[in-house]
Structure formats: structure tokens, C-alpha cells
């Protein structure tokens, strides 16, 4: 039986086990939601890889991984044959297979069993080292070993810059398991969730597990484990337009979150949030994604400090679309669920109405490995910290900007040879542009690298004919003129399998001139729009259990659209 990363009742929902690769027939899939244990029957159909698998007994392929020292190198694999993926290695026990995205990670060697046919391997170690896919044919071998050699294309610590996944749930209970997805995955920064709170529970836990409390777990000097998360995901699948609350991501608390009473729509996000930071002042609080209906009461009320522009609904071979309870259209042409890119370009302009609002808010990034079927850190974030890493510094880089979220493209900005999160004071009188330096880096083709400005697109390259040879590194400065305060952003698009957009995005670079706030009346005024639906939303006679419930959450609601009220006329 291969290790799961199931210890206990209060793990979060991930594994199958029981499996093997290709057999026919009935197996049981495990889910673990909190307290409640579930167990799915799923029936595995025959196909013509399993006429192989009937026909004779398997061989054994070993595989041993390394760098170029020769050094065994921990990754996430599969194997195909004859169209299907096998994810789940004979040996070593180890190894953690994951159903949802058919893969399994492994400490640097596997053996998997396989039939008399051709295979491919395929091997891959996070966004700086290249994948491999390696062709073999077992044919008559019962045993076969084969060494394959991972190649960095970039290192990023080496320029210091550190990636995070914020949304990681798998093996939120086993430090080995956090450890191997750490390093399989080259995820420098694993803040697992020790907490995953729904509104549902009688009462929230007031004290940290063992393996959440102390200190970070360093791995190594590029590698470390944070166990003092919590998310907050009141959410419903068949919700109003709206009609969900959205999920907010607390890091680096000093102790658990509490409330004297919760439910599945009170009290906000944003009190809850404000609360944490009262009790936990370093606590870094991220935004699952800026379409949740209650991201602009805690935006105006200064409970975030990031959103997620490369987030869990973007997979490896798929787009998800909005839905869930999110915030309904408020202007023409807006769509959560619209075929095409349309979450991905409300995404987007959400994101840049917020930063038109005068907020101070950087990008983040994160997968749902546990929930989705994607690796670690396929939607990741990178901070930028001076000298060895240490958890206090990448969350300090987090909070003050200096960071970059992606899909894969490594994307770096400066301003006047000012980094990511810096404000630039300019005067009126001063007519000199404002130099914008910009790089992109890539070993897949991308389509545009493109410079944003209060939420516009200013400037924009074609990088659709370029072909990375072996890595496709573009570099360009524009100048742009500084007549309003404001901010500029970087961003790099690309398309996935299914052909829908991806991107790479930096945190802004803010700019005031003459000492002028940030301000966009237009984009105050959809806020106030957005925050009257929430309150038509919040009359609905059984939206709270009690009247003291709901008047709380709307004069949280009024706080806030009093503040965009104030937005709106600033504007000169």
C-alpha cells in the first residue's frame, strides 16, 4: 500500500488508495471533509491497456532522477501507456501518488509496474527545471533501470527571488508528505493549511495541532514549511449571483482564528480578517480570487493584503469557470461564467478597478493541490527578499509588493530602478517620463508581454512568433508619461492545452503626483454598485439566523461603501 498523507480524521480531502495501475474492477476512493469520512465506489472500465495487463504477468521499470552532480533529485512523475497515465509506483513506499492530476510524487526513484509495451516517462520539478519525457519499450525486459537527468533552465533563488503556493491543502497533516511536495514540486515556500473552516462547525478550534506550532520547518536553504494558515471558504455551489461569501487565505498568525458565533454567511470576511490582524499583526491576509462577493467590503476595510490573479481554476489542461456564488455582472460585457477567457479577464479587471480605488494590493498565486488536479505550485507567487530565505522575509516581501504571480513565464519589472511595490512621488511640473524596464523569461512560447497602466494597457509586444531557443528571454524599456497618480503592472500572456489564457503578472509600482491620492470615481461608484447588491442580498428573510446577525454583517457593509463613497469624491 503506498503512503496516502491520511493520519487522521481531520485531513483534507486528497487520495485514493487501493488502486492498482490499470486494474479492472471496483475500488474504494476515500475522502476526508473535516470530520466526515466518505467512501466512493468507482468502477475502473477495461481497456486495451488492461488486455496487455491480462495477458501477462508485468515487468518492473526503476527509474532513478538526478541533477547534473548526479545527485538523486526528489520530482513528480507518471507513466504512459497505450493512452492511459499510471501514477502509482510499486515501490518505494514513499512515494505519494495524487488521482486528481494522475501523478505522484517521489524522493528521487521509483519502480512502477508495466506491460510488455511501449512507455513514456514523463518527469518535471516545478517551473525552473525543464521536464523530461523519456520513450522506452519494455518488450520482452522483465526489469528494466533507466537514469534521467534534470537540467535547471533558470534559478531564481540565485537572484532572490523565492516562490510560494497559498493554497495548499494535500498532506496538510504529514510533515514527510509537505516535505517531498516541497521539494518535488520546488516550491520554496509551503504554508499548508492547518485549518480549513467552512461556517458549518460548531465552534473553531482555539489552539494550533502539534506539528502547527513553533517555528517554520526548514528543508533546506531554499526550502521551508509554515503550519500557521488558515482559510476561510464559505462558499455553495448552486449560490445567487453573489450569494457566496468567497474564501480569504490567513498566513503567519500567531494563533488560530476564533468568533464567539460563525455561520455560513456571517460575520464578513473582512471582520474576521480585521480581527486576525488585531491579535496576529504580521499576519499576511490573501484573497482566493477578487470575483468572491465579499473582496470589496474587505478591500475598502484594508483586510487584504493580496489577490489571487493566478488562482485554482486555472489547471493544466483545463479552465474553470466561474460560478459558485460569485459576484454577479455590474457593467457590460462581465461574465464569471461566459465561455472562453472570461473568468480570466474579469480576473483581471477586478483586480485593476481595486488598484483604480487607491488599494495597495499585490498578486499572489495559488493551486488547491489536494483539491484540484494540479501540481504544487502550478499557480504559484515569487517574493523577492535580500539574502537566505526565512519565512519572515518572504511574508514581509509579500505584504510590502515585491512579487510576481505565474503560470510558468519568470517576469520582473522596475520603475525608474525602483523594485515591484515601490512608490514613485512625481510633481506636475516634472515633464521627465518614467522609465520602465521589463523582462520576461520563458522556455514555452508566449503570446504578449504587455505593460498595464490604472487598469488600461499601454504598451504590448508580440511574442507569438517567438520560439525559446532553448529559452525565450525578452527584455524592453517603455516610457510612460506620470500625469495622475496611479500604478503600472507587468503582465505576460500565454495559452494552456485547452487554449484559454494564462498568464504572468507582477504587483504594481505606484505613482502620485503632487501628493494625489489614487482615485477612480468610475471604479468607486461599480464598487457602491456591487455593494448594494450585497445588501438587497443580506434583506433575504433567511439569510441569518437572527436579526443581530444580519444587522452586523450590513453595518460592516455600510463602513464599506462609505469608503468608496469617499473614493468617489476625491476624484479632481
Not at 326 to 355: C, K, Q, V, W
Request: glycine share 8%; hydrophobic share 40%.
Amino acid at each position: 500500500m503506498h503512503r496516502s498523507g491520511v493520519n487522521n480524521r481531520n485531513a483534507l480531502p486528497y487520495l485514493c488508495r487501493g488502486l492498482g495501475p490499470l486494474g479492472p474492477g471496483v475500488v474504494s476512493i476515500r475522502e476526508i471533509h473535516g470530520p466526515c469520512v466518505v467512501w466512493l465506489s468507482v468502477a475502473i472500465l477495461l481497456s486495451s491497456a488492461n488486455s496487455l495487463w491480462a495477458a501477462q504477468s508485468p515487468g518492473q521499470l526503476t527509474v532513478r532522477i538526478v541533477d547534473l552532480q548526479g545527485q538523486a533529485l526528489p520530482c513528480r512523475a507518471w507513466v504512459e501507456v497505450v493512452g492511459e497515465r499510471l501514477f502509482r509506483p510499486s515501490a518505494p513506499e514513499v512515494c505519494t501518488p495524487y488521482p486528481r492530476d494522475r501523478s505522484f510524487s517521489c524522493d528521487g526513484n521509483f519502480t512502477i509496474d508495466l506491460p510488455a509495451a511501449q512507455a513514456l516517462v514523463h518527469v518535471e520539478r516545478g517551473k525552473e527545471y525543464r521536464p523530461v519525457n523519456r520513450s522506452i519499450d519494455m518488450g520482452a525486459d522483465r526489469e528494466k533501470a533507466i537514469t534521467i537527468t534534470l537540467q535547471r533552465w533558470i534559478n531564481m533563488p540565485a537572484e532572490g527571488w523565492y516562490s510560494g503556493d497559498l493554497h495548499v491543502h494535500l498532506g496538510a497533516d504529514d510533515p514527510q508528505v509537505l516535505r517531498q511536495l516541497a521539494l518535488a514540486d520546488d516550491v520554496h515556500v509551503t504554508p499548508a493549511f492547518t485549518y480549513w473552516l467552512r461556517g458549518r462547525e460548531s465552534q473553531w478550534p482555539s489552539t494550533w495541532p502539534p506539528f502547527g506550532e513553533g517555528e517554520p520547518w526548514v528543508i533546506d536553504a531554499t526550502h521551508l514549511i509554515t503550519r500557521t494558515a488558515v482559510e476561510i471558504e464559505r462558499i455553495q455551489r448552486n449560490a445567487i449571483p453573489g450569494g457566496s461569501v468567497g474564501a480569504s487565505f490567513l498566513f503567519n498568525l500567531t494563533r488560530p482564528l476564533s468568533a464567539d458565533r460563525v455561520g455560513e454567511h456571517f460575520p464578513t470576511d473582512a471582520a474576521l480578517c480585521l480581527a486576525a490582524r488585531r491579535h496576529s499583526p504580521e499576519v499576511v491576509i490573501d484573497t482566493d480570487k477578487p470575483s468572491w462577493a465579499e473582496t470589496v467590503v474587505g478591500a475598502a476595510l484594508g483586510a487584504y493584503d493580496t489577490v489571487q490573479v493566478c488562482h485554482n481554476h486555472y489547471h493544466r489542461d483545463q479552465t474553470l469557470s466561474g460560478g459558485w456564488g460569485m459576484i454577479g455582472p455590474l457593467a457590460p460585457g462581465e461574465s464569471n461564467a461566459a465561455p472562453g477567457d472570461g473568468l480570466f479577464h474579469r480576473t483581471n479587471a477586478l483586480y485593476y478597478r481595486l488598484l483604480n480605488c487607491g488599494f495597495r494590493l499585490g498578486v499572489s498565486g495559488g493551486s488547491a493541490i489536494g483539491v484540484m488536479p494540479v501540481p504544487m505550485g502550478y499557480s504559484r507567487v515569487y517574493a523577492q527578499i535580500q539574502g537566505p530565505l526565512t519565512a519572515d522575509k518572504f511574508w514581509a516581501a509579500l505584504k510590502a509588493g515585491r512579487s510576481f504571480a505565474t503560470n510558468g513565464p519568470m517576469l520582473t519589472m522596475t520603475a525608474d530602478r525602483q523594485p515591484l511595490g515601490s512608490t514613485l512621488e512625481r510633481r506636475s511640473a516634472d515633464q521627465s517620463p518614467i522609465s520602465v524596464d521589463v523582462r520576461v523569461r520563458s522556455i514555452d512560447r508566449l503570446e504578449a508581454l504587455q505593460l498595464v497602466h490604472n487598469g488600461l494597457v499601454v504598451e504590448s509586444i508580440d511574442l507569438s512568433k517567438g520560439q525559446p531557443t532553448p529559452v525565450l528571454d525578452r527584455s524592453v524599456t517603455w516610457r510612460i508619461p506620470a500625469k495622475r497618480s496611479g500604478w503600472i503592472a507587468a503582465r505576460s500572456l500565454f495559452r494552456a492545452p485547452d487554449g484559454l489564457l494564462r498568464q504572468a503578472h507582477t504587483s504594481p509600482i505606484y505613482i502620485t503626483v503632487d501628493d494625489q491620492p489614487i482615485a477612480s470615481r468610475e471604479d468607486a461608484r461599480y464598487m457602491m454598485r456591487w455593494i448594494d447588491r450585497l445588501i438587497d442580498i443580506a434583506h433575504r428573510p433567511d439569510r441569518f439566523p437572527t436579526e443581530a446577525d444580519r444587522q452586523a454583517v450590513l453595518d460592516t457593509y455600510a463602513r464599506a461603501r462609505a469608503v468608496y463613497q469617499r473614493i468617489a469624491g476625491e476624484v479632481r
